[in-house]
């Protein structure tokens, strides 16, 4: 397969799950603007509306309601705030933390990594969704536990990969030389390690947006995560699965949501390490 | 005598692995101010393992454990890690073996190369692009900017070679490790390669610890030489004496072996069993000497 098709598939690919992306976060950034209804305005005459092309839809609700009679598209688009948040917040930390263990571990070597890997182990081997709720029973329920829940169990995927990365730089000549030059370790962790490492780590961190995003609405879901009154995509999906069998579009349109945003995550990591790589590009 | 203290003196120089076998053997050498000095051996002689030792990058499972090295006369083992890394970065460069892993394949050629310079020299950014500049025109690369601007692997390995080459020169150093500098590369441009080097030598008056395992380069290129066998060295002598009365058997079936020093026509010869059986011996002397003075 030529580079070229390659840069244009993962062009294609890039530019559709960067799309739907960008949709998501507008819609966080500026869901009052963009909400047609008050997400949490409850009103029982209009309770399980449907979508705008069935019948006994109303305008000014496309998405049709819920059993409350609140406004399924703007719920969505207030979920949507509390997505991005997570995504960017827990990734991050995930990313931060797990990136820098991962960096020391894989260039000092000995008993550096010997610690970490040995912590790394033993945090894998902790069922994750179980962690994660154990986590957030003792933490509290409350966005802010989900937050650190994601990073405490899922900083080991970056420093696994980072590390591993890192060992393979480390052995290379160009490392070598800039010792030479008398450049000291962190230096060269930061300025000849870190750009070679970095396209496994933009992949990774925004797989990691898709799983946060996931985690968070399983927590919603079991109820772990914030109030039930402040729309979240879990939450959504929860309710709608009450009434499936009366209003199917309360768990569909979620659900839909959910798996896009999840998918465009982890698509739109893979466009970008390809686009990183400079050999591949 | 020269009043001037050597380039590089090594003596003593012994290292070893973890099982506590020898690696160098108390290997001993004399680089002087602008000269070529070769280090020759076959694969495995322990030739990088000389070069890495006074660069201070030895893998980690090789230690030194004795002997002294010393560039322009200061010994590296009376100065503090900081200060060692300083001089070592200030006096010495490598052109490496392998020109593609030797740069750094996320990073664009000309910050790469400035880096160095900065750092070693303390110079604004400004005053190393145009250093940098000026060197790949002393290596004879025509599109200056367009290398500068360029990731390595959008250059052939002649080109990066050059780059190398440039960047080893940049800083003016008192001595360049080249460390089979042109094994890597194409017939027809090891040939350019090695005459580059040469130039770049001459002019700026860098001395050079040019390792390899061609008599023919040592010829060519090289004042004096160092035959090293096992990490031990069998011969050292001024290139012209090497070649026209070589005192170690070894060095005579290295010769040998080399066709274009004797009859071109000739077949090669491996060198001869008695040979080895002779170096087996003197390793053996040496490594009960060793173990006898250190328990
Ligand atoms: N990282 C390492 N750890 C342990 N031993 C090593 C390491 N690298 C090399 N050695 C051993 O040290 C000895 C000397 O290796 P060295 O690389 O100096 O040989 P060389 O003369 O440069 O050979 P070549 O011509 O193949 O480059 C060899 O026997 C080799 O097996
Ligand atoms: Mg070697």
Redesign the interface.
Known sequence: MDSARITRRSGARLWLAGFWLALVFIAAVAAPLLAPQDPLAQDLLYERLPPFWMNGSESGYPLGTDSLGRDLLSRLIYGARIAVLVAFTAALSACVLGSALGLIAGYYGGWADRIISRIVDIWMAFPPVLFAILLVAVLGTGLHSVIIAIAVIDWTRFCRVVRAETMVQARMDYIENARIAGFGRWRIMLSEVLPNVLPPIVALLSLEMGIAVIVEAILSFVNLSISTDDPTWGGIIAEGRLSIHQAWWILVFPLVTLFLTVLSFSQFGEGLKSRFDPVLR | MNARPSCLSISGLTAILPNGSRVLRSVSLDVKPGEVHALVGESGAGKSMIGKAL???LP?SVRQVEGSIALEGTELETLGAAAR??L???R???I???PL???????RIGPQMS??LT??LGWPAERARNRIREMLAEVHIREPDRVIAA?P?ELSGGMRQRVLIAAAFAAEPRLIVADEPTTALDVTVQKQILRLIADLQRQHGTAILFVTHDLGVVAKISQSVTVLYAGMVVERAPTPALFATPQHAYTRALMAATPRYTDPASSLQPVGSAVLAELALEVQNADNEWKRAHG
Not at chain 2, 101 to 107: E, F, V, W, Y
């Open positions: 660069l201070g990058v980690p890394r300083r070592i970065g200030a010495t460069a490598l490496p073996q392998d892993t030797a740069l750094n394949p996320s990073r880096d160095r750092h070693i990731y692997h």
